[in-house]
C-alpha cells in the first residue's frame, strides 16, 4: 500500500505533463482523420480554439508537472496548475453549461477540471479556508459524478467492452462508490480511504476502458487518432494519482459546523 500511495504524485505529475504536451503537439498538427483542414484545438475542453494558447498553457503545465516532481517548485507548480485550470474552466466552459444545465457532457468538463486543480492545489500545504474549499469542491465533483452514473445507467454502460458483464450493476456499483467517497471527502468520514477509493476507481478505468479504447484494442474507428480519447485517458490517470498522492500526505479533514 505504501508503494501505491507514494507512486500517486508520480502518476499525477505524468499526466499534467502528457495533457500539456498533448496541448502543444495537438495545436501545431492537422488531423485529417477529423475533417479537411481541421485541428485537435484544443485537447482539453476548457482551453478556448486558439493555437498560441494552447502552446502557451501546453507548456507551462509541463514545466508544472516536473516542478510538482520537486520540494523547491512544488507549491509554485500545484498552484500554476490549480489556478490555470480553475480560471479557464470558469471563463471558457462554465458560462456553455449555465445555458444547458441538463448537458452531462458539460456537467463532466466542469468538474474533472475543477477536480484536478483542487487535487494540485491540496499537493503542498495551504491554508485552512482553502483546504476547505478544495475539499468541497472535490467532494461536490464526486457525488454528481456517482448521481449522473445512476441518471445515464444504459448510456455509461454502453461503454464497457463486452468481456465485462453486468454493464448496469457496475455502473450502479461505481456510482454509490463515487457518493460515498465524496461523502467521506467532503465530511471528513474515512477520508483517507476516500481518496484511495477515487484514485483506484480511475485506475481501474484506465486500464480496463481508456488505454485499450485510445490504443485500438476494441477496434473502435478513429479512436487511436482520437484526441478526445488521449486527453480522457490523462484525465483519468491524473484522477488515478492526485487522490493516491493526497491519501499518503494528507490528514483527516473535517467541515467546521
Not at 502518476?11 to 505524468?14: K, L, N, S
Not at 457525488?143 to 445507467?153: E, M, N, Q, R, T
Not at 480519447?229 to 488515478?240: K, T
Given at each position: 500500500?505504501?508503494?501505491?500511495?507514494?507512486?500517486?504524485?508520480w502518476?499525477?505529475?505524468?499526466a499534467i505533463l502528457a495533457l500539456g504536451a498533448e496541448n502543444v503537439v495537438c495545436a501545431r498538427v492537422s488531423m485529417p482523420s477529423l475533417g479537411e483542414g481541421s485541428?485537435?484545438?484544443p485537447v482539453l475542453p476548457f482551453i478556448p480554439a486558439v493555437p498560441w494558447l494552447a502552446i502557451l498553457f501546453g507548456l507551462i503545465w509541463v514545466a508544472c508537472a516536473i516542478g510538482l516532481l520537486t520540494r523547491r517548485w512544488l507549491r509554485v507548480s500545484a498552484f500554476t496548475v490549480g489556478i490555470t485550470y480553475i480560471a479557464w474552466t470558469l471563463v471558457h466552459v462554465l458560462p456553455a453549461y449555465i445555458a444547458s444545465p441538463g448537458d452531462m457532457g458539460l456537467r463532466t468538463v466542469v468538474f474533472e477540471p475543477l477536480s484536478i486543480a483542487c487535487i494540485a492545489l491540496l499537493l503542498p500545504t495551504v491554508p485552512p479556508w482553502l483546504s476547505r474549499a478544495c475539499h468541497i469542491v472535490v467532494a461536490v465533483a464526486m457525488?454528481?459524478?456517482?448521481?449522473?452514473?445512476?441518471?445515464?445507467?444504459a448510456g455509461i454502460g454502453s461503454l464497457l467492452p463486452d468481456w465485462i458483464p453486468w454493464h448496469i450493476f457496475w455502473i450502479a456499483i461505481f456510482g454509490a462508490v463515487f457518493i460515498l467517497c465524496g461523502l467521506g471527502i467532503g465530511l471528513g468520514i474515512f477520508e483517507r480511504w476516500s481518496w484511495i477509493g477515487v484514485g483506484l476507481m480511475f485506475a481501474l478505468w484506465v486500464f480496463t476502458l481508456h488505454m485499450p479504447r485510445t490504443f485500438g484494442f476494441y477496434s473502435i474507428p478513429g479512436a487511436t487518432a482520437?484526441?478526445?480519447?488521449?486527453?480522457?485517458?490523462?484525465?483519468?490517470?491524473?484522477?488515478?494519482?492526485?487522490?493516491l498522492a493526497l491519501a499518503r500526505t494528507k490528514t483527516s479533514f473535517t467541515v467546521a459546523m
Open positions: 500500500m505504501k508503494a501505491l500511495l507514494a507512486s500517486g504524485r502518476v499525477f505529475a505524468f485541428h485537435c484545438i457525488v454528481i459524478f456517482g448521481v449522473d452514473h445512476f441518471l445515464a445507467l482520437d484526441p478526445d480519447e488521449w486527453s480522457s485517458l490523462f484525465i483519468a490517470i491524473a484522477l488515478w494519482g492526485g487522490p
